[in-house]
C-alpha cells in the first residue's frame, strides 16, 4: 500500500507549531501537549486507593527514556487509528514540518489523505496497537528508533503501511523526526 509512503511523508508535515486552521478549529479543546499523558491519580500501594499526583505531568518535562518514546509512539499509533489530527500532528511535530518545507500541505490537511488510505481493520488495530520494547534501538537517549517489526496490532502492516519511524527527544518530550 502506498500508505507508509503517504504516512512517512506526513509524519514530516506536522510539528509541534500549530497551524492557523488547527489553532482556529477548536481554541476551548487544550493541545495534546497540555493534556497530561499519565492519569492525574496513581494508585496508592498500601491501600489501593488513588492519591492526587502533586502536580499534572504536562508541567515537567517528560522523561528521556526508552519507555517514554514507546509511550508517544503508542499515542501516535492510536491517534492514527482513531484519526485524531490534533494528537497526530502534535507527535509527529518536527519531522512533519520538514515535509511541508520540501512542498507538502500542513499535516492538518495531509494527515486527512492519510486517514484515507488506511483500511477500517487496520485502523482499528492500530487503535490497541502496542510496541514490543525489544526490538526498539536506543540511539542515545535523545534518539529511539521504532522499527515496523516492534509494532503489535490485531491487522498486519508492511513497510509500504506503516513504516519505520524515529523519535528524538525534543522541547521536552518524544516528537517523531522522521519516517522511512
Known amino acids: 500500500m502506498a500508505v507508509s509512503a ?18 482556529d478549529a477548536k481554541p476551548s479543546q487544550p493541545s495534546a501537549s497540555t493534556r497530561a499523558e499519565e ?9 489501593g486507593t488513588e492519591k492526587p499526583s502533586p ?5 515537567l518535562p517528560a522523561p528521556r527514556t ?12 492510536h491517534a492514527l487509528g482513531h484519526e485524531d489530527i490534533n494528537t497526530v500532528c502534535e507527535v509527529a511535530g518536527p519531522g512533519a514540518k520538514k515535509a511541508q518545507d520540501m512542498g507538502f500541505g500542513p499535516c492538518t490537511s495531509t494527515y486527512v489523505v492519510v486517514f484515507q488510505m488506511i483500511s477500517p481493520a487496520q485502523k482499528k488495530a492500530l487503535q490497541t496497537a502496542t510496541v514490543d520494547p525489544q526490538h526498539v534501538a536506543v540511539i542515545t537517549p535523545e534518539k529511539i528508533e521504532i522499527p515496523l517489526e516492534a509494532v503489535r496490532a490485531s491487522a498486519s502492516f508492511s513497510e509500504s503501511d506503516l513504516g519505520s519511524y ?3 527527544y525534543l ?7 522522521d519516517g522511512k
Request: proline share 7%; with cysteine.
Open 6 to 23: 503517504c504516512v512517512a511523508l506526513m509524519a514530516c508535515a506536522c510539528g509541534p507549531e500549530k497551524s492557523k486552521e488547527n489553532a
Open 39 to 47: 492519569p492525574l491519580a496513581t494508585p496508592s500501594a498500601s491501600t
Open 55 to 59: 502536580t499534572p505531568t504536562s508541567v
Open 66 to 77: 526508552k519507555e517514554r518514546a514507546i509511550q508517544r509512539y503508542e499515542q501516535y499509533l
Open 166 to 168: 524515529t523519535l528524538e
Open 171 to 177: 522541547k521536552n518530550d518524544y516528537y517523531i523526526t
